[in-house]
């Protein structure tokens, strides 16, 4: 039995499968202690075949098992119930590892007695400018306020499937990750803190995370997050607050600005100072960025990437609060291609 399975749900990505084992082999850590535990579903670019016959050379565990298309949230549970580890560790396949991830982990594990955990991602040297910048909106306290992993952060930590483990017993106690389309693993994080679990953020088991990989893939992934924001509020109240309804505000108030200009010159006024107040923020993101990655390109893009972050974050919000005022139980946005063509 292995201390740690690390839990990876695929679906049609095998040039990031085979990024991703590239970096396991570099992981300092006794290979009789973890598997990697990839979980297919449904794919049909040649994962199975490139799996089954992949030779580890450094002595890594690897297997996987396989499923019709259910989702991420079922394949990860697909896996838990299938692992006798006694810790399960989640990873998205577009993540890289850190050499002493697991090492990092194991510390934290043992001398924080954690039930569950989780830890930051970040952005490697050899990633796109726009990976970087996106990164930099992801992670930055002006995109998120930190709460992507940050001893800064504005608020809870809820460790999200792209880097975080649990317990088996908390697997046992409260069962898998919901059928919720947008946000599942929040929700699950969410349910640990409920029922009276030891949750610890781990700052330096960090991920290299390539995120998305376009402007338009960006967007949906930030509208989803807006969208899953209500559905969470819905299960937990605790996880909607009045900071989470920023972005959509800033957005309203832009629109109604913009209407009232061409009604008012006061209003044009207002809106000239918005604008104003707005350039600064952009020019402090761009200091920002620039000092974090020394690069101009990068920190031009991450102006763009930080509006997006915002105004695509409120659109995806205000449209979930309007289906549920419509009755919605679940609101639901981009669905078809959420991840974008390749």
Not at 28 to 57: A, H, P, T
Not at 126 to 152: C, E, Q
Not at 164 to 173: H, L, Q, T
Not at 257 to 273: A, R, T, V, Y
Request: glycine share 8%; proline share 3%.
């Amino acid at each position: 039995m292995f201390k740690y399975s690390i839990i990876i749900a695929v679906y049609n990505r095998l040039d990031e499968v085979k990024e991703l084992l590239k970096s396991a082999e570099e992981l300092q850590f006794e290979r009789n202690m973890f598997e990697l535990l990839f979980v297919d579903d449904g794919s049909n670019d040649g994962f199975k075949e490139f799996i089954e016959s992949y030779q580890s050379k450094s002595g890594l565990h690897v297997r996987a098992i396989y499923q019709t298309n259910k989702g991420p949230g079922a394949a990860r549970n697909n896996g838990m119930s299938q692992s006798a580890s006694q810790y399960f560790i989640f990873m998205d396949s577009d993540c890289l590892f850190t050499p002493n991830y697991l090492k990092e982990i194991d510390k934290a594990v043992e001398t924080q007695k954690l039930d569950a955990f989780g830890g930051p991602d970040g952005a490697h040297p050899d990633f796109s400018p726009m990976v970087k910048a996106i990164n930099y909106s992801m992670t930055s306290f002006l995109g998120t306020g930190g709460t992507r992993g940050n001893k800064k952060s504005v608020g809870k930590f809820y460790p999200r499937s792209f880097n975080m483990g649990i317990n088996r017993k908390v697997f046992e106690k409260i069962g898998g990750m919901n059928a919720l389309r947008h946000g599942q693993d929040m929700d699950f994080s969410a349910r640990i803190y409920e029922a009276g679990f030891k949750v610890g953020f781990v700052p330096d088991a960090i991920v290299f995370h390539k995120r998305r990989t376009s402007i338009p893939k960006f967007f949906r992934q930030i509208f989803n997050w807006g969208v899953a924001r209500v559905n969470l509020g819905t299960l937990h109240k605790q996880m909607l607050k009045p900071i989470h309804f920023f972005p959509a505000i800033v957005l309203s108030a832009y629109v109604i600005l913009i209407i009232l200009s061409f009604i008012s010159p006061f209003f044009s006024q207002i809106l000239n100072l918005v604008l104003l107040l707005h350039g600064m923020v952009c020019l402090a993101a761009f200091a920002q960025s620039f000092w974090m990655y020394k690069n101009i390109k990068v920190a031009l893009l991450s102006i763009v990437t930080l509006n997006i972050q915002v105004f695509a974050y409120g659109a995806g919000l205000l449209y979930a609060l309007w289906q549920k005022i419509l009755g919605k139980k679940e609101a639901e946005g981009f669905v078809k291609n959420y991840y974008g063509k390749k």
